[in-house]
C-alpha cells in the first residue's frame, strides 16, 4: 500500500496530475484562478499575449541590428539639448551619464534590461558632447552695430559675381564707441576693389560691421548660432578699397589650404570661363560664391542641387577614379601585377587621394561622411572585407557627431545621411538579388546597362524620397523634375566632368590643366543645359509650407527604425511617418507677419495665399525669407486696399488705410496700427493688437498687445488667428521664444 501512494505521488509531482493537483477544465484557451478555477481568456489578451511574442521573436532575430539604435539615440540626445530654451549647466548634463554607466555595469549580464540603459545613457551623452562643445567654444558675438577701423589677417576670399567677401581674423578694432568684448574674426563684403589681397595678407580696412542677424521669422534658419559655432563674431561691408599692409607669411596648414583652394579656382575659371568655372570651382574645391542666382536656382529647381554640395557622390568618384586608374595601369605591367597586391596598392593611392580632396574641398560636414565611409570601405579592401554596411553609416555619424554636434541641426547633415542611410538599407535589402547573373555575350551587357539605368533611377528615387521631409523643413520647396534630371546629370558627372576634374587637378602642378579641362567644361555645360530643359519642362521647384520640428523628428525616427530593423517589424516604423505627414498637412500659413525692426508687415489677404505687405521698398532679404517660407511674393501694398473692403469673399474681412489693417477671421479682430492713436482708437475693440510704434498708454483690453519695444526684444512676430492643433486661439510665436536663452543669442544676458 506504501509502495503504490509513493508511486502515485511520485506521478503527481512529474507525470500525471494527482487528486491533489486539480485540473483546470476548459481547454487550452483557458487561465487557472487563484482559487484554482479556470478562467477563459479574453480576445484582447489573447491578442496582446500573440503581439508581444511576435514583437520579442522579431526582436531576437534582429539582434545584431541592436547596436545601431546607439548613434541614434545620441543624435537625440543632442537635438534635446539644441531644443531647450535656456542654457543647462555642465553639472545637471553630466550627472545622468554618470549614473546610468554605473547601472549598465550592474546590468552588464541581464541583456534584455541592459539595451535600455544603453540607449538612455548615449542619449545622455549626446546631451553631455553637445553641451561640452558650447561650453569649449569661446565666440564672441558682437553686441551692437558699430563703424569700426579694422586690421587683420585674411582667412577666406570668395569671389562673387557683384563683389567680393573676405573672412578676416586676428583683429585689431578701432572705434568711437568701442565693443566691450570685441570679435576674433569678422566677415565683410568688398563691394569695389582694384587689387584684392591674397589670403595670409595683413590688411586695414573702415567697415560698418554688426552682429550676426538672428532668424527673420521664427523657426527660421539661426545663422546666429551657426556663425557661433563657426567662430564668426559680426558680420558687415567694408567702405573703400583695402589697404595691404603686410604680403602673406607663414600661417599654418588651415591658411595654406585656404591659399591652395582659392589658387585652384583661380585656375578652375581661367580654364573654364564664366559660369562653367563657377560649377567647377563649386565641384572640385567646393567654392558656390561664384555662382550666379540663375545657376544656383537652375541645380535648385531641377533636383541638381545635390551636385554642388561635395559629399558621397564625389568623394565616391575621386576615390574610384583614382582606385581603378591605379589598378588598371599596375595591372598592364605583368611582373607588378602578378607579384605585388595590385587591388590593396590601389586602394591605398585612393585613401591618400580622398585625404587630400577632403582637405582641399574645406572638409564640410557631407565631405567628412563622406570620407570617413570611402576609407572604410578601402580599408576593408585591405583586410579582405565588406564595408557597405549600415554599421558603416552609423560609425560615420557618431564620428561627426563627436566631433561637431551642432552639424545635427544643420541641413548638410540632415540631408546627407538621411540620403546615405536611406540608399544602404535598400542595398542591404536588395544585393542578395543577381538580376542578369546568368546572361553572357551581348545579352550580359544589355542587362547590365538596363540594370545601371534602372539603378540610377532607383537611387533617385530613394534618396529623393528620404530628404523631402529635410528639404521641406529648410527650404520650402520640391523639385518636380528630379528624378528625370538625375537620369542624365549623375551619369554625365560620373563619367565625363569628375573624371576630366580630377585630371585636370593632376595636371595643375604642371601647368597643363588646359588640356583637361575642356572636356569638363562639355560635362558642365551640358548638366547646366539638362537643368534649364528639365525646369522649362516641369517648371520651378514647387513652394511648400514648412514641416514643423515634430512632424520632422517623428518622420526621422520613423525611417530610421524603417531602415534598421529587417523583419516585418521594420513597417511599424510608417506610423511615425504618417504622423509626420498628418503634422506637416496642419500647418497653416499665419495671419500676421511682422519683423523685427517693425518697418515690414504682412497681412493675409485671404485663404488662397494673397498677401498684403506694408510696403515693396526695402527689407529686401526679410521680404525673400518670407517668400520662400509663407508665399508672400505674391503680395500688394497695403494702401492698395480700400477700407471696409472685404478680401476675396471667403469670410476674412480685410481693411486697410494709412494707419494700418484690422482683419477679422473666425470671429477675432485683430488691428496691426502704425500709430498711437490709432492703437488708442482700436485698443477696446481688439483681440490682437500690434503697434509697430512704441504705446505710450497701457491697452489692457486685447488678449494679445505687441508694440515696438516687444518687437525689439523678441524679434519677429507671427501670429494666428485660427486655432492651432491644440485649439488655441489666437495664438504667437516669436523669434526669441523660439530659440529661448542660449549663448549664440546676441543679447539674452541682459533679459
Known sequence: ??????????????????????????????????????????????????????????????????????PVAFGSGIGLYFGLPWEPPLLVVLAPPLVLSALAWRLRLREAALWPVLVLFFATLGTLTAAGRTALVDTVLLDRPLWADIEGIVERLERRPSDVRLTVGGLRISADRPPSSPPDRVRVVVRTSERLPDIGDRIRFRARLSPPPPPSVPGGFDFQRSAFFDG???????????????????????????????????????????????VAAALIVGERAGLDEATVAAFRDSGLAHLLAISGLHMGLVAGTLFGAIRLALCLVPGIALRWPVKKIAALT????????????????????????????????????????????????????ILRPDALVGASFQLSFAAVVALV?????????RIGAG??????????????????????????LATAP?????????????????????????????????????????????????????????TLSVAEHVVAATGPAASVYPLPVAGMVAVALGGCWIAIWRTRLRWVGLLPVIVGVVLWASVSPPDVLVSADGRLSAVAADEDGGWAVSGKRGSRFQRSVWS?????????????????SEAAGHGVALACDDLGCTLRRDGLLLSLVTSHEAALEDCAASDVLIAVVRLRTPCSGPTIVVHRPDLQRDGAHAVWLAPGPLGIAPRMQTVFGERGVRPWVVGTVSR
Not at 538599407?425 to 538579388?433: C, G, H
Not at 551587357?445 to 530613394?462: H, K, M, N, P, Q
Not at 520650402?476 to 528624378?483: K, N, P, V, Y
Not at 494702401?639 to 471696409?644: E, K, Q
Open 232 to 278: 564668426l563674431g559680426a558680420v558687415g561691408f567694408a567702405i573703400g578699397e583695402p589697404e595691404i599692409l603686410s604680403a602673406a607669411a607663414e600661417g599654418g596648414l588651415s591658411l595654406g589650404v585656404a591659399a591652395l583652394r582659392s589658387t585652384v579656382a583661380q585656375r578652375l575659371s581661367a580654364a573654364l570661363p564664366g559660369e562653367t568655372g563657377a
Open 439 to 464: 546572361y553572357d555575350g551581348p545579352a550580359r551587357w544589355a542587362v547590365g546597362a538596363a540594370r545601371y539605368i534602372v539603378g540610377v533611377a532607383a537611387t533617385s528615387l530613394i534618396a529623393s
Open 1 to 70: 500500500m506504501s509502495s503504490t501512494a509513493s508511486r502515485g505521488a511520485r506521478q503527481g509531482r512529474h507525470g500525471s496530475p494527482t487528486s491533489a493537483q486539480p485540473v483546470p477544465i476548459g481547454g487550452p484557451g483557458t487561465v487557472p484562478s487563484p482559487s484554482g478555477q479556470s478562467i477563459a481568456k479574453t480576445p484582447v489578451s489573447s491578442i496582446a499575449s500573440r503581439w508581444r511574442r511576435t514583437l520579442i521573436g522579431a526582436l531576437a532575430e534582429d539582434r545584431a541590428r541592436w547596436p545601431l539604435w546607439l
Open 628 to 644: 520662400r517660407r509663407w508665399g508672400v511674393d505674391d503680395a500688394v501694398t497695403l494702401a492698395a486696399w480700400d477700407r471696409d
Open 425 to 433: 538599407a535598400a542595398y542591404e535589402s536588395w544585393r542578395s538579388a
Open 350 to 401: 585612393a585613401l591618400a587621394g580622398s585625404a587630400a580632396y577632403l582637405l582641399l574641398a574645406g572638409a564640410p560636414v557631407p565631405t567628412q561622411r563622406a570620407f570617413l565611409m570611402t576609407g572604410v570601405v578601402l580599408l576593408a579592401i585591405l583586410v579582405d572585407r565588406e564595408a557597405v554596411t549600415l554599421r558603416l553609416v552609423a560609425l560615420a555619424g557618431f564620428s561627426v557627431l
Open 470 to 526: 529635410f528639404v521641406t523643413y529648410h527650404f520650402q520647396a520640391l523639385a518636380l523634375g528630379g528624378l528625370a534630371a538625375n537620369l542624365f546629370a549623375v551619369p554625365l558627372t560620373a563619367f565625363v566632368t569628375m573624371p576630366a576634374g580630377i585630371a585636370g587637378l593632376l595636371a595643375m602642378p604642371f601647368g597643363l590643366e588646359a588640356w583637361v579641362l575642356p572636356a569638363m567644361g562639355v560635362g558642365i555645360d551640358t
